[in-house]
C-alpha cells in the first residue's frame, strides 16, 4: 500500500516561493505519473502539475513558468517549486500517484495548505 505525505506548505506573501515535496511510502511501480493538484476554498480540486516516470511534464495554464514540478526516484518524492506566488494560489496542495496498468491504481495524500497573503 502506498502511503503519500506532503510537506513544504505555509503563509507566504505574494511574490515570494516555496517548495512542496511529496514523500511516498511504499513500492511505486512502473510506468506511473506524480501530480499535483490544488482545491481553492469553496472551488473543485483542479490539476496543477504532473511529471511521468519517464520524466515527461505538464502543467495547468495558471502555473506554467511560475510553478516547477521534479522527482527523485530514488527518494520516491515529487516536489513543486513554486515562484511567484499570487494571492489565488492559495489552496490545499494535494499530491497524487497513479500507477499505470491493467487497472490503474491511484493514490492521494492528505493534502498541505499554502497561503499566499500580503
Known amino acids: 500500500q502506498v502511503q503519500l505525505m506532503e510537506s513544504g506548505g505555509g503563509l507566504v506573501q505574494p511574490g515570494e516561493s516555496l517548495r512542496l515535496s511529496c514523500a511516498a511510502s511504499g513500492s511505486i511501480f512502473r510506468p506511473n505519473a506524480m501530480d499535483w493538484y490544488r482545491q481553492a476554498p469553496g472551488k473543485q480540486r483542479e490539476f496543477v502539475a504532473t511529471?511521468?516516470?519517464?520524466?515527461?511534464?505538464n502543467y495547468a495554464d495558471s502555473v506554467k513558468g511560475r510553478f516547477t514540478v521534479s522527482r527523485d526516484n530514488a527518494k520516491n518524492t515529487v516536489y513543486l517549486q513554486m515562484n511567484s506566488l499570487l494571492p489565488e494560489d492559495t489552496a490545499v496542495y494535494y499530491c497524487h500517484v497513479i500507477v499505470f496498468g491493467s487497472n490503474n491504481m491511484n493514490y492521494w495524500g492528505k493534502g498541505t495548505l499554502v497561503t499566499v497573503s500580503s
Open positions: 511529471i511521468t516516470s519517464g520524466g515527461s511534464t
